[in-house]
């Protein structure tokens, strides 16, 4: 939910309403269902997504690569195709109540992106013009290993299959009382705070009085704007040496589907270093600390462990 031409990953493909017909005064939209040979049962993983807006689907498809393909896109949903088939086919589409709401029929968007997932491509080559509010279409057969995953608002809890549910503790509380009598007073509640900090030891080498440079600190958005500001703090200071935070450009390199910032690969982007220097002539052990706060409150913490030779 990838950059300007298609992704080696995937294939950025949607609906369309490039076809109308007009009958007594009323315009009357059409669109294309999938060739016969593309309109069958899709036997892959597939993971469906409803959102909640045209702008939400934009954020997760490729917007360029889209109006590229055909400029008339209705903007009702979108499919990633990935080449690694453990990840399968994930469709983007507007909720049955939002599609319900302008006239069409749910059944006919999900069967032509459905015929994307099997390959179809995304010039509609052989499409079959349907109404869009043609409700003898019926609904597809879907895999019994769909997952459909609600990509808005209010945050839920998912199950192993996809099933939402409360995120509220699931977990069977114990009667206090009695747990008291029988195991003595309660115990010091965890540190609340411990859940929003994540953090790493790194282990790393470093020659004698030369500049390292540990770790590059950068954030981006899904749609490839920067996420920033990052606040990084020398926590814990080295005994036997400097560290500095330089601010400089970096290319972005890392993201893999289905991560949707993998579009965001070859960017730059504006990054903290990470940068080490002992003290010339010195040889041995070196820890130091770093606290990094982000844009949404979290925090990371690094704890680098030296060895200078």
Same mark, same amino acid.
Request: with cysteine.
């Given at each position: 939910?990838? %950059?300007?031409?298609?992704? #080696?990953?995937?294939?950025?493909?949607?609906? *369309?309403?490039?076809?109308?017909?007009?009958?007594?005064?009323?315009?009357?939209?059409?669109?294309?269902?999938?060739?016969?040979?593309?309109?069958? &049962?899709? %036997?892959?993983?597939? *993971?469906?997504?409803? $959102?909640?807006?045209?702008?939400? /689907?934009?954020?997760?498809?490729?917007?360029?690569?889209?109006?590229? $393909?055909?400029?008339?896109?209705? @903007?009702?949903?979108? %499919?990633?195709?990935?080449?690694?088939?453990?990840? @399968?086919?994930?469709?983007?589409?507007?909720?049955?109540?939002?599609?319900?709401?302008?006239?069409?029929?749910?059944?006919? /968007?999900?069967?032509?992106?459905? @015929?994307?997932?099997?390959?179809?491509?995304?010039?509609?080559?052989?499409?079959?013009?349907?109404?869009?509010?043609?409700?003898?279409?019926?609904?597809?057969?879907?895999?019994?290993? =769909?997952?459909? /995953?609600?990509?808005?608002?209010?945050?839920?809890?998912?199950?192993?299959?996809?099933?939402?549910?409360?995120?509220?503790?699931?977990?069977?509380? &114990?009667?206090?009382?009695?747990?008291?009598?029988?195991?003595?007073?309660?115990?010091?509640? #965890?540190?609340?705070?411990?859940?929003?900090? =994540?953090?790493?030891?790194?282990?790393?080498?470093?020659?004698?009085?030369?500049?390292?440079?540990?770790?590059?600190?950068?954030?981006?958005?899904?749609?490839?704007?920067?996420?920033?500001?990052?606040?990084?703090?020398?926590? %814990?200071?080295?005994?036997?040496?400097?560290?500095?935070? &330089?601010?400089?450009?970096?290319?972005?390199?890392?993201? =893999?589907? &289905?991560?949707?910032?993998?579009?965001?690969?070859?960017?730059?982007?504006?990054?903290?270093?990470?940068?080490?220097?002992?003290?010339?002539?010195?040889?041995?052990?070196?820890?130091?600390? $770093?606290?990094?706060?982000?844009?949404?409150?979290?925090?990371?913490?690094?704890?680098?462990? /030296?060895?200078?030779?």
């Amino acid at each position: 939910m990838f %950059t300007k031409a298609v992704v #080696a990953a995937c294939f950025v493909l949607a609906t *369309t309403n490039a076809f109308a017909a007009q009958g007594k005064g009323k315009i009357h939209w059409m669109t294309t269902l999938p060739p016969a040979q593309y309109d069958v &049962p899709y %036997t892959g993983e597939l *993971t469906i997504w409803t $959102v909640q807006s045209r702008n939400d /689907i934009l954020q997760y498809c490729s917007k360029e690569k889209i109006l590229e $393909v055909q400029a008339s896109w209705s @903007g009702n949903a979108c %499919t990633h195709v990935y080449q690694n088939k453990k990840w @399968g086919c994930h469709i983007y589409m507007l909720s049955d109540k939002a599609v319900k709401a302008e006239g069409r029929n749910p059944a006919i /968007i999900l069967r032509h992106e459905l @015929g994307h997932c099997n390959g179809w491509g995304g010039d509609h080559a052989g499409g079959r013009k349907v109404f869009v509010d043609d409700y003898s279409v019926k609904a597809p057969e879907l895999p019994k290993t =769909t997952k459909t /995953i609600r990509a808005y608002p209010p945050l839920v809890c998912l199950t192993p299959d996809g099933t939402e549910e409360s995120c509220a503790d699931r977990s069977v509380k &114990p009667n206090v009382g009695a747990l008291a009598q029988a195991e003595g007073p309660p115990t010091k509640p #965890a540190d609340p705070w411990a859940k929003s900090v =994540t953090k790493r030891e790194g282990y790393r080498f470093s020659p004698s009085g030369k500049l390292m440079t540990f770790d590059v600190l950068y954030g981006v958005k899904i749609d490839c704007t920067p996420y920033m500001p990052i606040d990084v703090q020398l926590s %814990t200071p080295p005994n036997h040496g400097m560290v500095e935070f &330089p601010v400089e450009a970096y290319v972005i390199t890392g993201w =893999t589907d &289905p991560n949707p910032r993998v579009k965001c690969n070859g960017n730059k982007a504006e990054a903290i270093y990470i940068n080490y220097t002992s003290n010339d002539g010195y040889k041995g052990p070196e820890t130091f600390t $770093v606290f990094a706060i982000w844009p949404n409150g979290t925090a990371s913490e690094w704890k680098y462990t /030296i060895d200078v030779r």
